[in-house]
């Protein structure tokens, strides 16, 4: 490559921050995943704690034990942990959102770039190039 093809270090610094906005989404989607799969089981739990009766002896993990503990206040502190799970994912979902919409928005820019530096007419279009 010669140095009139090289890749000019403020396209290098869009390509860097380009692959950077991939890996916080890639991170942000597998959050996003472990939050609504905690939210599942939180689902299911609350489902079977409703199908017990008072009288039935509930127990909750505190680490690597089974502690005995009162069907009133498991469901109280399971529905606490759904709505938390709800705004953890739907505050995920908007990173998500921001995420994508940069990555797309730079993916345009960088795009641009390659084109206006393969095109040996700057002001005459290339092949598929958009005209705005």
Known sequence: ?????????WLR???????Q???????????KQ???????????????????SESDAVYKSAGN???KSKK???????EE???LAGTRSAVLTKQEQRVRENLKELETKINDAVKSRTNPNPGVPSPGQRIS
């Open 72 to 78: 009133d206040v498991l469901l109280k502190e399971l």
């Open 13 to 19: 610094e869009q390509l860097a921050r380009y692959e």
């Open 21 to 31: 906005l991939q890996q916080n989404l890639q991170a942000i989607v597998a959050q």
């Open 1 to 9: 490559m010669s140095t009139s093809e090289e890749i000019p270090p």
């Open 65 to 67: 034990l089974l502690v």
């Open 81 to 83: 942990k759904k709505e």
């Open 34 to 52: 472990q939050v609504d799969l905690e939210s599942s089981d939180i689902d299911r739990a609350i489902e079977e704690l409703k199908k017990a």
